[in-house]
């Protein structure tokens, strides 16, 4: 709008009518993005539940977490995400699926998953939900490529007020997103006995696999992944 024209048409209308033109106009565009938002989050939902369907989760297990559609986009919806970072993944605890079930539902290039570690080994430093539950605010490790998991990423993590991923929160970020077509990923909310770290990289032959190393061994491929909230 050119200045003659908007002098005019603030004699015409006077400035507090203009005012409240330009307050209702931001209002109705805050309004369409809050519906846009939200059309995303109902589809990233749908298309999560539609692949857990496909990959075989057990269908008591899929409805848990499909009957949690209104909270998780609600909470969503209230949130602000930085760019780069997912809003939310669906999570089933190894006491619902084990590991072994769950790392062939990460494909990549045709091959499925499998893990090297043994379930009662694994040991998670932080809390999470009993039944099968949504992590919200991911950041997929690309912000903690070449820190070693325990001296910086982990340190890193928490002064952020963030939370490190457990190893089931890495195996849901493989299933739902190509992460491993970019980076490999520490999980720092499990650990391995006591000096190990779960770590979800492609093995030679672009094989998706659970395997394990220790605390303080960094690696450019590799990044511990976090999320803001749980539950």
């Given at each position: 709008?050119?200045?003659?024209?908007?002098?005019?048409?603030?004699?015409?209308?006077?400035?507090?009518?203009?005012?409240?033109?330009?307050?209702?106009?931001?209002?109705q565009?805050?309004?369409?993005?809050?519906?846009?938002?939200?059309?995303?989050?109902e589809?990233?939902?749908?298309?999560?539940?539609?692949?857990?369907?496909?990959?075989?989760?057990p269908?008591?297990?899929?409805?848990?977490?499909?009957?949690?559609?209104?909270?998780?986009?609600?909470?969503?919806?209230?949130?602000?995400?930085?760019?780069?970072?997912?809003?939310?993944?669906?999570?089933?605890?190894?006491?619902?699926?084990?590991?072994?079930?769950?790392?062939?539902?990460?494909?990549k290039?045709?091959?499925?998953?499998?893990?090297?570690?043994?379930?009662?080994?694994?040991?998670?430093?932080?809390?999470?939900?009993?039944?099968?539950?949504?992590?919200?605010?991911?950041?997929d490790?690309?912000?903690?490529?070449?820190?070693?998991?325990m001296?910086?990423?982990?340190?890193?993590?928490?002064?952020?007020?963030?939370?490190?991923?457990?190893?089931?929160?890495?195996?849901?970020?493989?299933?739902?997103?190509?992460?491993?077509?970019?980076?490999?990923?520490?999980?720092?909310?499990?650990?391995?006995?006591?000096?190990?770290?779960?770590?979800?990289?492609?093995?030679?032959?672009?094989?998706?696999?659970?395997?394990?190393?220790?605390?303080?061994?960094?690696?450019?491929?590799?990044?511990?992944?976090?999320?803001?909230?749980?539950?």
């Amino acid at each position: 709008m050119g200045k003659l024209c908007l002098m005019s048409l603030l004699r015409e209308v006077g400035l507090e009518k203009f005012n409240n033109m330009v307050a209702e106009a931001q209002n109705q565009l805050l309004v369409e993005n809050r519906w846009a938002k939200r059309g995303c989050f109902e589809q990233l939902f749908d298309t999560q539940i539609a692949t857990l369907e496909d990959r075989g989760v057990p269908k008591q297990i899929v409805e848990i977490l499909q009957n949690q559609r209104s909270q998780v986009l609600a909470k969503a919806n209230k949130m602000y995400f930085d760019n780069g970072c997912l809003s939310f993944l669906p999570v089933i605890p190894r006491t619902y699926l084990s590991i072994y079930s769950q790392m062939p539902m990460v494909f990549k290039s045709g091959n499925a998953g499998f893990t090297e570690l043994k379930p009662n080994n694994i040991t998670d430093v932080i809390d999470t939900p009993d039944d099968p539950y949504y992590i919200y605010d991911i950041e997929d490790g690309k912000a903690m490529l070449g820190m070693a998991p325990m001296q910086k990423a982990e340190k890193l993590i928490n002064e952020q007020m963030r939370f490190g991923l457990t190893e089931v929160e890495v195996i849901a970020l493989g299933i739902h997103t190509d992460v491993l077509s970019k980076h490999y990923v520490d999980a720092v909310g499990s650990r391995y006995y006591s000096d190990g770290i779960p770590y979800l990289f492609l093995e030679v032959g672009k094989k998706p696999v659970l395997s394990r190393s220790h605390l303080d061994v960094d690696d450019n491929h590799f990044g511990a992944a976090s999320c803001g909230s749980r539950g």
